[in-house]
């Protein structure tokens, strides 16, 4: 199915604020997650069908070190420790891809800071999922 993008500055933020100072951003802004490990956004997604997703999640890190965030779906832990490197500025927005596996219907996704130094700030996921039977695509 085609890409669905969810804004991370409207799904439900632990610890992180909705910004928009930094240039370039889909939506209305990014979440500039809190500084420290445990730190979360959580988006609802949906599929129409069980399997396997794929996830692009855009970003920016003006720092020199990775922001590595933990994904979870349905409370459990499906990618230990996701890589997000230096984009150098804030402004530069890049993605970063995984894949995780959802069930049909809404499907909680967290993104948890998993070192001290917090997320990267956090622009959206593109979910793209299977093909579900004919009518239910969404
Ligand atoms: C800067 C930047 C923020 C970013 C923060 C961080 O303050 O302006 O957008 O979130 O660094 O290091 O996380």
Known sequence: AAPVRYEAESAVISE?????????YSGSGFVN???AAGTYVEFTVNAPAAGSATLTLGYTNGT????PLDIAVGGDQAVDD???PSTD???NWESVTTTVTLKAGANTIRT????????????YIDVTTADGPAGTDY
């Open 112 to 123: 948890t800071s998993a070192a001290a130094e917090g997320g990267p700030n956090l622009d």
């Open 64 to 67: 020199a070190a990775d922001r």
């Open 33 to 35: 997650f809190d500084n």
């Open 82 to 84: 996701l890589a997000f």
């Open 89 to 91: 500025t804030w402004t």
């Open 16 to 24: 992180g604020t909705a910004e928009s100072n930094h240039a370039g």
